[in-house]
C-alpha cells in the first residue's frame, strides 16, 4: 500500500533553533500533502495545505513566516518551525493525496517536537 | 464551523467484549465521514469510511453506519481483540474540500 515517510520521528532542541520535517511519498506521486498539528489529548489541526510547485495555503492563524512549507516535487514536501520556541512544541503529522486516487489520505508516523 | 466530537478516552475494555466508540459531527453540507486507527508508533491509517447517509463503512470487523437524523458515524465492533488496542480518530471531508477535519481520538486498551 501506499507509504508516507515522515522524518524526524522526535526532535529536542533549543529555543531558537529552526527546525526541518520532512515528508515524503515512497512509492506515489503526491500532487498535494498536508501538514497538521497535535495538541495533547485534542485533534489534528490542519494547519496548511502544500501543493506541488505552488505556494502553500495556510489555514487561518497559522503564521507562514513562522511554519515555512516547501513542496519542490511530486514525493517530498518540509515544513521548517522558524526560530522556534517552547510554544511550538507539539506532534506534527503530514499526509500526501495519490495523484491518481485523490483519496484518501496517507499519512506519516509524526514528528515529535520539544523546544527547551 | 466543522467539527468533530467523539468520545473520550481512554476506553479498556477486555478480549472478545463488544466496542462503541461514539462519534458526532457539525457539518455545512454532506460530507464523507472516516475513521483512522493510530497503532502504536505508527502513523494513522484508513479503517474505514462512508460518503452518503445510510451507508455503512465496514473493515476488519469493525463497523460504521453514516446517521444524517442524528449526524452520527459511531464505531462498532462485536469481538475485540487484544490487537486492537490503539487510538481511533473520527473524521470528515466536505465535498471540494480534500483536507479532512478529525476529532479529538480516542484511545482503546484490550485486556487479555
Known amino acids: 500500500g501506499a507509504v508516507v515517510s515522515q522524518h524526524p520521528s522526535r526532535v529536542i532542541c533549543k529555543s531558537g533553533t529552526s527546525v526541518k520535517i520532512e515528508c515524503r511519498s515512497l512509492?506515489?506521486?503526491?500532487?498535494?500533502m498536508f501538514w497538521y498539528r497535535q495538541f495533547p489529548k485534542q485533534s489534528l489541526m490542519l494547519m496548511a495545505t502544500?501543493?506541488?510547485?505552488?505556494?502553500?495555503?495556510?489555514e487561518q492563524g497559522v503564521e507562514k513566516d513562522k511554519f515555512l512549507i516547501n513542496h519542490a516535487s511530486l514525493t517530498l514536501s518540509t515544513l521548517t518551525v522558524t526560530s522556534a520556541h517552547p510554544e511550538d512544541s507539539s506532534f506534527y503529522i503530514c499526509?500526501?493525496?495519490?495523484?491518481?486516487?485523490?483519496?484518501?489520505?496517507?499519512f506519516g508516523d509524526g514528528t515529535r517536537l520539544s523546544i527547551l | 464551523g466543522d467539527s468533530v466530537t467523539q468520545m473520550e478516552g481512554p476506553v479498556t475494555l477486555s478480549e472478545e467484549a463488544f466496542l462503541t466508540i461514539n462519534c458526532t459531527y457539525t457539518?455545512?453540507?454532506?460530507?464523507?465521514l472516516f475513521w483512522y486507527v493510530q497503532y502504536p508508533g505508527e502513523g494513522l491509517q484508513l479503517l474505514l469510511k462512508?460518503?452518503?447517509?445510510?451507508d455503512k463503512g465496514s473493515n476488519k470487523g469493525f463497523e460504521a453506519t453514516y446517521r444524517k437524523e442524528t449526524t452520527s458515524f459511531h464505531l462498532e465492533k462485536g469481538s475485540v481483540q487484544v490487537s486492537d488496542s490503539a487510538v481511533y480518530f473520527c473524521?470528515?471531508?466536505?465535498?471540494?474540500?480534500?483536507?479532512?477535519?478529525f476529532g479529538s481520538g480516542t484511545r482503546l486498551q484490550v485486556q487479555p
Open positions: 473524521a470528515l471531508k466536505l465535498t471540494g474540500r480534500r483536507a479532512l477535519t
Open positions: 512509492d506515489f506521486q503526491a500532487t498535494t
Open positions: 462512508a460518503t452518503k447517509a445510510d
Open positions: 502544500s501543493n506541488e510547485g505552488s505556494k502553500a495555503t495556510y
Open positions: 499526509s500526501a493525496t495519490d495523484r491518481e486516487a485523490g483519496q484518501p489520505q496517507h
Open positions: 457539518a455545512t453540507g454532506y460530507p464523507s
